[in-house]
């Protein structure tokens, strides 16, 4: 955990196995340290839905399920922000 002069600031980055089963244990244990430093102090739900619904989305739709491949997840937190980024390693695709 990195400290700034407006209060804590946490950043992090995982690279998770693209195995749906990794996904409840990953966000209880990220939520439980976002609330244990203030980071959702309100829509702590919300946050947590998108999160699982991002990482399901990377796993089974990006990756599909792919063993040899990972989903990236960074996070960063600061007094009156919380940015999580969720990444793939699939194809993408082309939005037109």
């Known amino acids: 955990m990195a400290y700034n002069q407006d209060g804590p600031c946490i950043e992090l980055e995982r690279s998770l196995p693209s195995e749906v089963a990794v996904i409840s244990s990953f966000v209880d244990k990220l939520m439980l340290?976002?609330?244990?430093?203030?980071?959702?102090?309100?829509?702590?739900?919300?946050?947590?839905?998108?999160?699982?619904?991002?990482?399901?989305n990377a796993i089974i739709h990006g990756n599909h399920e792919d063993?040899?491949?990972?989903?990236?997840?960074?996070?960063?937190?600061?007094?009156?922000?919380?940015?999580?980024?969720?990444?793939?390693?699939?194809?993408?695709?082309?939005?037109?």
């Not at 919300?46 to 699982?52: F, P, S, Y």
Request: proline share 4%.
């Open 33 to 56: 340290l976002l609330k244990k430093c203030g980071c959702v102090p309100e829509g702590e739900r919300d946050v947590e839905i998108a999160l699982r619904e991002a990482l399901a």
């Open 67 to 96: 063993r040899r491949k990972h989903v990236h997840v960074t996070c960063r937190c600061e007094p009156d922000e919380l940015s999580i980024a969720v990444k793939d390693e699939g194809k993408g695709f082309d939005i037109k």
